[in-house]
């Protein structure tokens, strides 16, 4: 629908909405989403009654997380790294890079966002079915890095989507990704059908 | 590596045709009157034993009072370069004549230059941002420019406190 209505669309009007829809954009990210932290203590808040199917969904869940194929700059070389035979992100259930975000569970944040940017990442972000998580990978990714006082980065990538686990360095090396992954396991192992973080 | 051809030999050469184009010329450079700039570009392009037909990188430099903005020219058939120069009249009216008629790849170079700088080539064929979106506020390579929080990046960098180094 949106495709049709772009192709009808000169040049100059596209550009034009882009950056209103850039701008709109910015003007909503003043203050980043707040970090779901209280999930260490969600086990204490579970109902008796459901904890077997919590487990037996959990298990389901963590272990085939099939992250998106999305790469935004330096650090996406590292995740391509972790991805291949070496470091091998397979042995976590996740070697299904999809294509599209509407079968993937799991976005990688990896590397830059530019405000650019954000109006897509923030798209891939809503075509993604729930229940997903976001895994913020770099310094980019969680406080806009070296660029954070530039005119053109999003100083941090929790300004547009709410993200589960930060990964820091720059860029992380494959074992910090893998343990963060690791970490993301232990979030959804936490999860109730009850109470949804 | 190209040869750089000293700005004073050139000027000399571009004063033969155009005795009041040259405002200076130096070792490094020459700088030009805005007025004369694409005369001047089509005669280093075409002349014999010049031919400058690359243009390898146009930018601009914020000198608070007014911009420069700076071409770096190439002659692929003789393996020479050189750096010719232009000012603006000052800062509120940064207007500099295009040369994107002589050199085709100045067209998205300038469009570089006034997106993050905000020089106006005149006469540019489309002269629109490039890198940033449309409804940017400003220019952001200006040294007057704020960021999105308010500050400028040019202060936003805090001294450290004593003892405390950066290696
Ligand atoms: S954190 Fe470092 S490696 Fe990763 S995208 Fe940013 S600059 Fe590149």
Redesign the pocket.
């Known amino acids: 629908m949106e495709i049709e209505k772009a192709a009808a669309l000169s040049t100059a009007e596209i550009h034009h909405h882009e950056g209103e829809l850039i701008n709109s954009l910015i003007e909503r990210s003043r203050q980043p989403f707040s970090d779901d932290i209280d999930w260490l203590e969600r086990e204490l808040r579970r109902n008796i009654l459901v904890t077997s199917v919590d487990k037996v969904l959990n298990w389901g869940r963590r272990s085939s997380v099939w992250p998106v194929s999305f790469g ?5 070389i ?1 995740m391509i790294s972790t991805a291949v035979s070496r470091f091998d992100i397979a042995r976590f259930g996740m070697e299904l890079f999809r294509a599209s975000p509407r079968q993937a569970d799991l976005m990688i944040v ?3 966002v530019t405000w650019k940017m954000a109006p897509i990442v923030r798209r891939v972000y809503d075509q993604m079915p729930e229940p997903k998580w976001v895994l913020a ?5 969680i406080r806009g ?3 954070t006082d530039s005119y053109s980065v999003v100083p941090g990538v929790n300004r547009i989507l709410p993200v589960d686990v930060y990964v820091p ?4 090396r494959p074992e910090a990704l893998l343990y963060g992954l690791m970490k993301l396991q232990e979030k959804i192992d936490k999860e109730s059908i009850v109470v949804r973080g | 590596m190209t040869t750089a051809i000293s700005g004073i030999e050139l000027a000399n050469q571009i004063k033969a045709s155009f005795a009041e184009a040259v405002l200076e010329g130096d070792e490094r450079a020459v700088i030009l009157r805005s007025e004369y700039l694409t005369q001047v570009a089509s005669f280093l392009k075409t002349t014999p034993g010049l031919e400058f037909d690359y243009l390898s990188h146009v930018t601009a430099v914020d000198y608070l009072d007014y911009f420069e903005v700076i071409y770096h020219i190439t002659s692929l058939a003789h393996n020479h370069s050189a750096v010719i120069k232009v000012k603006t009249p000052d800062r509120d009216n940064p207007e500099v004549p295009s040369v994107a008629s002589v050199w085709c790849g100045a067209n998205l170079q300038e469009r570089e230059v006034y997106d993050l700088m905000g020089v106006t080539f005149l006469e540019h064929p489309n002269l629109k941002r490039v890198l940033l979106w449309e409804g940017f506020p400003g220019h952001p390579l200006r040294k007057d420019f704020l960021t999105l929080e308010g500050k400028s990046p040019w202060q936003t960098i805090e001294p450290l406190e004593e003892g405390h180094h950066v290696l």
């Open positions: 935004l700059a330096c650090c996406a590292e990896s590397g830059t990978m770099g310094v980019c990714a890095g070296p660029f360095g720059c860029p992380p």
